[in-house]
């Protein structure tokens, strides 16, 4: 048996924080509306769909190359792999749903700066300050 635990905080941020955050917040947004939009490109075209790998490389380490997208190295690449990983998560929720899995679900959408439910997670090894 395998038990996970999951904690949750309530944080206080200060001004300098509450920046950090806000950047992360929307640099894990912007990877994640990116990685959707593909997906949504290569299936509208009928190619395959893009796997994680190729989505991380393409949207998180080469996009940091590009002057229009160089602010995504501000942020922690452990923040920007987890949004990754949530919209992997988002897909296969929905097609099991389609499979009878679970109970059916919408397809992914994409997230919005106006919506205050805005969340990033961080692991173990994640670049914080």
Sequence with gaps: MIVQL??????YPSVGQRVALAR???CARVVYNDALSTRETARAAGLPFPKS????KMLITEAK???ERAWLAEVSAVVLQQSLRDLDTAYRN????LKGKR???????????RDSRQAVRFTANARWS
Excluded: E, I, Q, V
């Excluded at 790998?53 to 991380?56: A, E, H, K």
């Design 103 to 113: 109970p059916r679900m919408g397809p992914p959408r994409y997230k919005s700066k």
């Design 6 to 11: 999951r904690y949750s905080f309530r944080l």
């Design 65 to 67: 190359w590009t002057p």
């Design 94 to 97: 929905f097609f099991d749903g």
């Design 24 to 26: 992360a917040f929307g």
């Design 53 to 56: 790998g190729d989505l991380s």
